[in-house]
């Protein structure tokens, strides 16, 4: 690293706010800080109005604010750029859009679990996301290593609840690990939450795992491979393809231009 430069800053975009999600961020902001390292700055930005409805309309929404959030980051000196959301809507063209490294929360996590094990088992917080992370699988070739997706009966209230009340927690928690075992049962070894929230519920305490099988804690991924991508940015290795067929060519000022101030 530069060791003209005193700290390197992380862009860290949510989909959430402080008003409904206010029990999530409580446990999420101080856990992002701790996995830091010296030398990190981690900013972490919400949304108002947040991601608050399972619908098309808002993920693209979102996808918008992903893709101005990295053009402003990279405007402002921010050396890398993370959406702290799994379904990692807009990922692409943000990183078709600036120089600097843009992760997302999905494709981090689903490429490190692929370390951990044989068969990665996908577990979504509510049945309406499981044909987006069925194209994720797809989108990011792991048709051969997911097991399957299933989902937890829920609604975004009853996980504020479960932050809050250890006896709400309990109750989602047996939900988690009943959902869990059928995905073991069709040969799932790894058991990645698909989002920040069933992340930090259930994942946060170390080595946490069902029956053995590892919970990924993607918040924790992701982070690493955000400071990761500016190691190796200052060692020479190159952010991603630009070359047309890629579809990561940047684009004119003419189109950033309409982008910004027409789209």
Not at 76 to 83: C, I, L, Q
Not at 85 to 112: C, M, N, W
Not at 169 to 187: T, W
Not at 188 to 211: C, K, Q, S
């Amino acid at each position: 690293m530069d060791a003209t430069k005193k700290s390197y800053r992380i862009w860290a975009q949510g989909a959430t706010d402080q008003v409904g999600h206010r029990n999530y961020l409580a446990r999420l902001l101080p856990h992002m800080q701790a996995c830091t390292e010296p030398g990190f700055e981690l900013e972490f930005k919400t949304m108002t109005p947040s991601v608050t409805t399972v619908h098309a309309l808002s993920e693209f929404r979102f996808s918008r604010a992903v893709v101005r959030g990295a053009i402003q980051a990279e405007r402002e000196g921010y050396d890398v750029f993370f959406m702290n959301h799994f379904q990692d809507v807009g990922l692409y063209d943000a990183r078709a859009s600036v120089k600097i490294p843009v992760l997302g929360l999905g494709e981090a996590t689903l490429l490190h679990a692929c370390t951990m094990g044989r068969k990665l088992g996908l577990l979504a917080i509510n049945p309406a996301f499981i044909p987006t992370h069925n194209e994720q699988i797809v989108r990011y070739g792991l048709q051969q290593r997911v097991a399957g997706c299933r989902a937890i009966e829920a609604n975004i209230s009853d996980y504020m609840d479960a932050f809050a009340s250890p006896a709400k927690k309990s109750e989602m928690q047996s939900l988690f690990e009943r959902e869990a075992r059928r995905l073991i049962d069709d040969g799932a070894d790894v058991i990645v939450p698909t989002g920040g929230i069933p992340m930090m519920l259930f994942g946060e305490e170390p080595d946490a795992n069902v029956d053995g099988a590892p919970i990924v804690n993607g918040v924790t991924v992701v982070i690493k491979a955000a400071e990761m991508a500016v190691k190796l940015k200052q060692l020479g290795v190159p952010v991603i393809s630009r070359i047309p067929l890629s579809g990561f060519a940047l684009p004119s000022d003419k189109t950033l231009d309409e982008f910004l101030n027409h789209g």
